[in-house]
């Protein structure tokens, strides 16, 4: 019999079947820029965590700048939310199935600290987009996500009233915005100081 403990630890310390994960995680040396939190225990390569700072990067084709230059301070959160994707060996509890070409798995409902959500909100309030849902609708035909036709830029004050709606809505629900906040062990940090160790491990635990 499988026992709830055993059925929790499976969801512990593995890495999603996705485009570019690893089949498992393990320590990666030379992992690039925000991405080397988890340089002690990743499902990313370090080509990965490289890619994961370039505009229009090989990964997704994913243009930031879609309306115009996306400021730094903004950029900074979508970059570290990659790496968090890409990297973190610690998101078993809400991996679920996806149908879609490039991936067989996703992820759903992660509880974001208050603080993380709160702060890419406040910090990308004067970027620009066209978009609510950035994992579909776009015209691809160029190769690269444009705005589809009849799109208004807006600033993203404008198309995500609140911290939550940004959070939850910007890819599919893949986050949960949480009322707990950081330091909890309740709600995943996109965020840490990865000296203190990564407070990720027990938040999965918890929920596995």
């Known amino acids: 019999t499988v026992t709830a403990a055993t ?33 002690d225990n990743a499902c990313c390569t370090a080509n990965t965590s490289m890619e994961a700072h370039q505009d229009q990067s090989y990964l997704y084709k994913f243009n930031w700048d879609h309306c115009g230059v996306m400021p730094e301070k903004c950029k900074r959160h979508f970059i570290q939310d990659t790496c968090l994707y890409e ?14 070409s490039w991936r067989r798995e996703r992820i759903v409902d992660v509880p974001l600290c208050r603080e993380d959500c709160e702060q890419w909100w406040e910090d990308c309030q004067d970027a620009v987009t066209c978009k609510v849902n950035w994992h579909k609708g776009w ?8 705005c589809p036709q009849g799109a208004m830029c807006q ?20 986050y949960r915005a949480s009322p707990h ?28």
């Open 7 to 39: 059925a929790g630890d499976s969801l512990l310390n593995i890495c999603m079947n996705a485009k570019h994960h690893k089949t498992k995680p393990g320590p990666e040396g030379q992992l690039y820029g925000q991405c080397v939190l988890w340089k």
């Open 181 to 208: 906040h950081r330091g909890s062990g309740l709600c995943i940090q996109m965020w840490f100081d990865p000296a203190q160790g990564n407070p990720n491990i027990d938040v999965a635990r918890y929920y596995a």
């Open 87 to 100: 990297c973190s060996p610690n998101l078993g509890p809400w991996i679920d199935q996806a149908d879609t």
């Open 139 to 146: 015209n691809w035909t160029t190769g690269t996500n444009q």
């Open 155 to 174: 600033k993203f004050k404008y198309v995500f009233p609140t911290p939550a709606y940004m959070c939850e809505q910007i890819w599919t629900n893949s």
